[in-house]
Nanobody, 124 residues
Framework: VQLVESGGGLVQTGGSLRLSCAAS????????IGWFRQAPGKEREGVSC????????YYADSLKGRFTISSGNAKNTVYLQMNSLKPEDTAVYYC??????????????????WGQGTQVTVAS
């Protein structure tokens, strides 16, 4: 299983970024894909999860309306569109894969495979 994130960078408050997670080495529809983030000195936080096989998406309550998870365009790729970014969104963002696409969760312990992360910095 390989997960490669891209699309991070530096953006001003109120700006947008789209992160990509390219997955390979497994049957994509058998897995749920999640996005997580970790800011310096803070615990890892679940952001969003998608099950492409079941067409379901799940978000952290605090991020609903600003972040959108999707798949498509490129094969076996999941995207995280982040709008109206705030300085508190600054973190390393990781994508992860959970075997069993029926249920999405935001619990990092449910995910067995992780990417290397991509840094998102929102300047005030």
């Amino acid at each position: 299983v390989q997960l490669v994130e891209s699309g991070g960078g530096l953006v001003q408050t109120g700006g947008s970024l789209r992160l990509s997670c390219a997955a390979s080495g497994f049957t994509f529809d058998d897995y749920a894909i999640g996005w997580f983030r970790q800011a310096p000195g803070k615990e890892r936080e679940g952001v969003s999860c998608i099950s492409t096989a079941y067409g379901t998406a799940y978000y952290a309550d605090s991020l609903k309306g600003r972040f959108t998870i999707s798949s498509g365009n490129a094969k076996n790729t999941v995207y995280l569109q982040m709008n109206s970014l705030k300085p508190e969104d600054t973190a390393v963002y990781y994508c992860a894969a959970k075997y069993g696409s029926r249920w999405c969760t935001l619990l990092g312990g449910d995910f067995g495979d992780w990417g290397q992360g991509t840094q998102v910095t929102v300047a005030s």
